[in-house]
């Protein structure tokens, strides 16, 4: 059964830090991973994509990484802001599934001025 | 592009009671999801439609939670009776073949 945890649950930062969100999960057979935002009282908005087969994918100041042979995967966030403040998911696809998607718990993103 | 829209954002209701909850998925996504997100914890799967099929309900309390999605369009989730452990996030999303689009969600409150 596929897992997904997310490190840390929360993190407060000062404006302008470069910060790292780690994400594991269990079994490596996943189709692709996902980074999601999500605003209070807001659905979530889809970040970055990394496709199985892909070590990383970036977005202007954001940079995700994914070793699926370790269960493994970073959103680094570059010179953060206090507009990056919301709660950051992890979700994978589980292979052969249709178009299932197992999340982590998320990380709580504060981001101070 | 018009998004996910949910109805309505949100409810409160005393335990034993009904409750259902509307989706309008974005025009020509064929896939449709339900979410329940409790608090402090990812979404987690509920039901899952193909066109009008459903293709995983795994992880639905049949036994109280019901859907459908009529026409292969819009969806309703409905909860009959409703225990204090529903109290979530109930979120509705759509995908063409690969990415999947959220609505904003229907927080729900149980007492």
């Known amino acids: 059964k596929q897992e997904v945890t997310q490190i840390p649950a929360a993190l407060s930062v000062p404006e302008g830090e470069n910060l790292v969100l780690n994400c594991s999960f269990t079994d490596s057979a996943i189709y692709n991973l996902q980074w999601f935002r999500q605003d209070p009282g807001k659905g979530l908005t889809s970040l970055l994509l990394?496709?199985?087969?892909?070590r990383e994918q970036t977005s202007g100041r954001l940079n995700a990484s994914l070793d699926k042979s370790s269960g493994r995967s970073t959103l680094y966030i570059a010179a953060s802001q206090p507009g990056d403040s919301a709660t950051y998911l992890c979700?994978?696809?589980?292979?052969?599934?249709?178009?299932?998607?197992?999340f982590g718990a998320g990380t709580r993103l504060a981001v101070h001025p | 592009e018009a998004g996910v829209a949910q109805s309505p954002r949100y409810k409160i209701i005393e335990k034993r009671q009904s409750v259902a909850f509307w989706c309008n998925p974005i025009s020509g996504h064929a896939t449709l999801y339900w979410y329940q997100q409790i608090l402090g914890q990812g979404p987690k799967l509920l039901i899952q439609?193909?066109?009008?099929?459903?293709?995983?309900d795994s992880q639905l309390p049949k036994d109280r939670f019901s859907a459908e999605r009529l026409k292969g369009v819009d969806s309703t989730l409905k909860i009959q009776p409703a225990k204090l452990e529903d109290s979530a996030v109930y979120l509705c999303?759509?995908?063409?073949?690969?990415?999947?689009?959220f609505g904003p969600g229907t927080r729900l409150t149980v007492l």
């Open positions: 999303a759509s995908s063409p073949p690969d990415t999947q689009y």
């Open positions: 990394i496709q199985s087969s892909q």
């Open positions: 979700a994978v696809r589980v292979a052969g599934g249709y178009n299932k998607l197992i």
């Open positions: 439609f193909q066109n009008n099929g459903v293709v995983d």
